[in-house]
């Protein structure tokens, strides 16, 4: 937004020394310029001093967010926000560097978000919002969006190598020198991890940046290519039972050890803004080659008695996108005023399948598909300071959808368009005391698997009729917050919600993707965050989220959300300039969560404690200590509860609960030097 609504003056001349995300000694205050009390910016300092095991956990400095992992390193994470099981990403909407990252009609689940490309040395801020508010946020954003920025230029080179236990071993390399009128950056990763596992991960990674940059982040340019390869074999979630018979060895055995895969991401993006006084104009553009191939196994031998259930899915596509806005003050009735238009155009070009295997051989075809998937956003937003305590945005985004699926079921093949209007409302009270008060409201979408859309038979029984879904599906939000600064350090933000949805989306263990419930739901629930900044040197992250999910429908199995989150909580401490050393520890709560539909099956909680210790040997080398784990708990990263079979066992499979255990206790020693 412009200075006359929400934040300080913008100015043309933007000193290019001094990036604007670097902020010293306190988050940036979001009084006067958040649309929400669950609005909020994640800065470069913040991000540096957290301990994350896997690059997908940089984002859970998101309050309230969960990410977890269900299979190997290399695959993409599980998300949990505001009372949703995310599975792999739908209904979080998740940019890195302008790009979304959401796959859509993918082939095991509907907006699978794989941040493994992410190198988080290179992110200089996050910004959240949760709830379907904002008409800039189109698909996938009903219950948030995440949105990462990569640095133009370092302040200084970064050479880095990190060892530990489970086969951890990490090298980065990244810089950004003088080359012509701006800078490039560049940046290498290589990375190997097997994990506590019986069956080590392997994961190998090798992932790279080239950015030229000119200008500032006001007004300037830039170019990248970004290039990540990774393998990987997976221990997939393991039946409980298989423990307690003493089939597997230990918690981190797997039943099928072939499980695994292989990933790669290149990207050639741009991006390019123009700021004034009185207007401000951004463009991005990108083109995206993905390619997963993927072999998991969540029912052993329930289908398939003598070869196992195994499955792959293949995916490869090509994502074209362009977004564009542009920002201009004009009085309204004689008030400050700013309005706002854009547009974002994206298409995928899709090929994915589904076949059974058996260690990784290929026996028999289940569907072959080509969809060509295109949308089409517009949005137009207006922001007015009416008085000096009372401010406005409203916004109306207008999205069309046109699927194409070609089939090797000619039945299956079809095209399908539809488009759907959102429109958003925000009221800002304030600030008295350094308090504002929000009131928020609106609508948002999330598509559905082409697939789904397009569906007529059963790809499994071409004599079988299948139900289709919506393309689009409609998600409704209202919220009440409050955001205070009012003790001196400390930054504290509330709100409470209410998030429907026209229906749910549910793993499906048998399939080894996602389903459309056709069920409506609704979701009420509170987040409570927490910034304090008590002494130079300590700085304390504190949040507590909770939100009850039930169908809103009557359905004799129950009313219950098989794997909707509940309670969830964090407690950060990070310790900086004091003397050479520094530091922190990060503790998170996820809580027991239903896992069928009447709730007599539940997961129990998780807790995870993690740190790091460190020692600044001289102004241009450090060296940390990262622990993971480090009270060695046993407990689950996720779980579910379906039908499989195990050898020996009844035809008909049986029920059981099935979890992936987390990491043991590890630890990891960095030495980092700049230059």
Not at 10 to 27: I, L, N
Not at 118 to 126: Q, V
Not at 248 to 255: E, K, Q, V
Request: charged share 20%; hydrophobic share 35%; aromatic share 10%.
């Amino acid at each position: 937004m412009l200075p006359c609504i929400a934040a300080p003056s913008w100015s043309a001349e933007t000193d290019e020394t001094v990036p604007s995300v670097v902020v010293e000694g306190s988050r940036n205050s979001q009084i006067g310029i958040a649309s929400a009390a669950s609005v909020g910016v994640v800065t470069q300092q913040q991000l540096e001093a957290r301990t994350v095991y896997r690059p997908g956990e940089l984002l859970e400095a998101t309050p309230g967010l969960i990410v977890s992992q269900h299979s190997g390193e290399g695959k993409a994470n599980q998300f949990y926000l505001r009372g949703i099981n995310l599975d792999h990403g739908t209904d979080l909407r998740t940019t890195v560097d302008g790009m979304l990252v959401n796959q859509r009609t993918h082939a095991h689940g509907q907006g699978w978000t794989d941040v493994n490309f992410l190198i988080p040395e290179l992110a200089t801020r996050l910004d959240y919002s949760k709830g379907p508010y904002d008409a800039q946020q189109g698909d996938f954003a009903s219950a948030g969006s995440v949105s990462v920025a990569y640095a133009n230029r370092l302040p200084q080179g970064i050479f880095s190598v990190g060892v530990g236990q489970n086969g951890f071993a990490r090298t980065l390399l990244a810089d950004s020198p003088k080359f012509g009128n701006g800078n490039l950056l560049y940046a290498l990763e290589l990375f190997h991890n097997d994990g506590p596992f019986v069956h080590g991960d392997d994961y190998r990674k090798v992932n790279g940046v080239l950015r030229y940059s000119e200008g500032t982040e006001a007004n300037g340019f830039n170019i990248s290519l970004m290039a990540y390869r990774a393998h990987w074999n997976s221990t997939d979630q393991i039946p409980q039972r298989a423990i307690d018979s003493g089939l597997l060895a230990n918690r981190f055995d797997a039943i099928d050890p072939s499980d695994g895969g292989s990933a790669h991401r290149y990207s050639l993006s741009t991006g390019w803004q123009k700021t004034t006084e009185t207007t401000a104009t951004k463009f991005n553009a990108y083109v995206i080659n993905n390619q997963l191939d993927l072999y998991s196994n969540f029912t052993y031998f329930l289908d398939d008695p003598i070869n196992g259930d195994q499955f792959n899915q293949p995916d490869r596509r090509v994502t074209t996108a362009l977004n564009a806005s542009h920002t201009w003050k004009l009085p309204l009735m004689g008030r400050q005023s700013e309005n706002t238009v854009g547009l974002q155009f994206q298409n995928d070009n899709i090929h994915n399948g589904l076949y059974s295997t058996k260690d990784r051989q290929r026996l028999s075809t289940t569907r072959e598909d080509h969809t060509v998937e295109t949308s089409l956003g517009l949005y137009a937003e207006n922001a007015t300071q009416w008085t000096d305590k009372f401010r406005s945005i409203a916004g109306i985004r207008e999205d069309f959808y046109r699927n194409n699926v070609t089939s090797n079921l000619i039945a299956n093949s079809n095209t399908v368009s539809e488009h759907l209007p959102s429109p958003k409302l925000s009221l800002i009270f304030g600030p008295w005391d350094k308090t504002e008060y929000y009131f928020n409201m609106g609508r948002g979408f999330h598509s559905n698997d082409a697939r789904g859309a397009t569906i007529s038979v059963n790809p499994r029984d071409a004599s079988m009729s299948a139900t289709r879904e919506s393309a689009l599906v409609l998600s409704r939000g209202l919220e009440l917050g409050v955001r205070t600064e009012l003790i001196q350090g400390l930054q504290t933000s509330l709100s409470v919600y209410r998030l429907d949805l026209d229906s749910e989306l549910l793993f499906q263990g048998d399939a080894g993707t996602t389903q459309d419930t056709g069920r409506p739901s609704r979701r009420l629930g509170f987040e409570f965050s927490n910034y304090y900044k008590p002494l130079k040197w300590l700085t304390i992250d504190a949040d507590i989220a909770f939100a009850k999910a039930r169908y809103r429908n009557f359905d004799v199995v129950g009313a219950y959300i098989p794997g909707s989150v509940e309670g969830v909580a964090s407690l950060a401490l990070a310790v900086d300039n004091l003397g050479p050393y520094f530091g922190g520890l990060q503790l998170r709560y996820f809580g027991p969560r239903p896992l069928i539909e009447d709730n007599s099956v539940r997961s129990d909680r998780t807790v995870t404690l993690n740190g790091r210790i460190g020692y600044k040997i001289s102004p241009k080398l450090r060296v940390d200590l990262e622990g993971y784990n480090l009270t060695n708990r046993q407990d689950s990263a996720i779980d579910y509860a379906y039908v499989s079979r195990l050898p020996g066992e009844p035809a008909a499979g049986v029920f059981d609960k099935h979890f992936h255990p987390i990491e043991s206790r590890s630890l990891r020693v960095n030495l980092i030097a700049n230059f």
